[in-house]
């Protein structure tokens, strides 16, 4: 019979708890019950301690003060009392007999001595990890050794991969501090602002794990924003395609590119809240063919800052490379479009507004000189908004209901993008419009 590794699929779940969550010692002790009540949740993934209540500070930006302070050659004593503070709060309310001293004076004379800001903001994760490790009698494990980044920055998942599978083999339990690694030579690295959500993903797709649980301090992803629609519902499934779909729009529980590792190995992701343990939260899932037949739509999510560019010239359908004479302006300028909405003898060119800046004026030149059209013009202060649902492929008559909903609360449609997946909708109206069309199209599918 095949002895399996002690890192093995159905074994193995990755929990990563978020900073709200573990900004002090009562939060610490959810958390442990949370930990300890399932022992497949084998591999810990904590971020620094966040804030405690509103107008606190988190230890990540605290960490940034102490630098921004250091490296203009200031006293950063003070700043760095109330980092130790946190940690010897959390320490003793947990009442454990762990002495970071050596640590925080080590940490200190780096910052001191320039260690780099990824270095200091790197600490919140690196000492929580120790604190929690400890609370919990698991391994710690340093993410500097196994989470690693290429020379230009970049993160290296092959390296990461085969160190961090062959470590994790070694350990039962262990809490891998999240939101840092390390650069070939040894200067530590982070990924971008909330960044543990990516190491827990990467951990999960080195253990293998059957799950990766993401702890946070709300039930997962809601269909809509609160702060448009009062209490929305909640998803309780959403594939990774739906998600990017809807964070793409603005919709964030979980950092954008914690997505890919779990996507790669098929990994689901739980979103779930450290407050209320019982609920089921979201699951996030490779692909499903089941959807919510009674609301068919899974998320509606909208974002302003947008403009188009729009082209007009007769007979541009029969005009063999137009678009790529267009698309070479823009390149050309190094800016990026985010969609591309055709007719035969129309183009829009949908733009985030700030990549237009700058470059407007060379762009209507550039592709007047290029393709020399009837009529180019720039329309500003647009809003994207787009309804997503795997249930839309299969249920006719989708598209009408957005269009209608929109139309009936008397707002006009500027462009319409269906994505070839039909998984999304995107519809672009003027920007103090869009508030008024979200909740039209959610009385639409989720109040009707
Ligand atoms: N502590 C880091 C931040 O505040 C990373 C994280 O929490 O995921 O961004």
Not at 188 to 193: E, N, P, V
Not at 377 to 402: C, D, F, H, N, Y
Request: hydrophobic letters at 40%; charged letters at 25%; proline letters at 4%.
């Amino acid at each position: 019979m095949a002895i399996k590794s002690p890192v093995c699929g159905e074994n193995v779940k990755v929990v990563k708890f978020g900073g709200s969550s573990l900004a002090d010692a009562a939060h610490f002790k959810q958390v442990r019950d949370i930990i300890l009540a399932d022992p497949t949740r084998r591999f810990v993934v904590p971020s620094a301690p966040g804030k405690r209540f509103p107008g606190d500070s988190k230890v990540t930006d605290m960490l940034y003060d102490c630098y921004t302070i250091a490296a203009s050659g200031g006293n950063f004593d003070e700043a760095f009392s109330r980092i130790t503070a946190r940690y010897v709060d959390i320490i003793d309310g947990l009442g454990l007999t762990l002495d970071l001293s050596d640590e925080f004076e080590s940490i200190k004379s780096a910052i001191r001595n320039h260690a780099g800001r990824d270095f200091a903001a790197s600490r919140g994760e690196y000492l929580n990890g120790i604190v929690l490790a400890a609370y919990l009698g698991f391994d710690f494990i340093d993410a500097a050794s196994v989470i690693c980044f290429a020379d230009n920055g970049t993160f290296d998942a092959r390296c990461t991969n085969t160190l961090l599978s062959a470590e994790l083999a070694q350990h039962k339990c262990a809490v891998i501090p999240g939101f840092y690694g390390s650069m070939p030579n040894g200067t530590l690295k982070t990924f971008s602002r909330g960044g543990s959500d990516i190491t827990g993903s990467i951990v999960a797709r080195a253990s293998e794990a059957a799950l990766y649980e993401n702890w946070t301090d709300v039930s997962g992803f809601l269909m809509a924003d609160p702060r448009i629609i009062p209490s929305p519902l909640g998803i309780k499934t959403i594939t990774y395609r739906e998600l990017r779909e809807l964070s793409y729009m603005g919709a964030t529980v979980l950092h954008e590119d914690s997505i890919f590792p779990v996507r790669f190995a098929g990994i689901p992701i739980n979103i779930r809240n450290t407050n209320e343990p019982e609920a089921p939260g979201t699951m996030i899932l490779p692909t499903s063919d089941e959807f919510d037949t009674e609301h068919i739509i899974t998320g509606i999510a909208g974002k302003k800052g947008f403009c188009v560019v729009n082209i007009e010239k007769d007979m541009m359908n029969s005009e063999v490379g137009f678009g790529r004479k267009v698309l070479e302006v823009l390149e050309h300028e190094g800016v990026c479009f985010e969609h591309l909405p055709s007719g035969i003898d129309t183009m829009s060119i949908v733009l985030n507004e700030t990549e237009l800046e700058g470059h407007k004026d060379r762009i209507v030149s550039g592709i007047c000189r290029t393709v020399d059209p009837d009529s180019v013009s720039i329309e500003s202060g647009l809003a994207l908004l787009a309804v997503v649902g795997r249930g839309m492929v299969k249920t006719p008559g989708t598209a009408a209901r957005v269009f209608s909903a929109i139309a009936n609360a008397g707002i006009n449609i500027k462009m319409i993008d269906q994505g070839s997946s039909e998984l999304s909708i995107i519809v672009a109206v003027a920007e103090n419009e869009l508030e008024k069309a979200l909740r039209a199209i959610y009385e639409e599918f989720v109040r009707a």
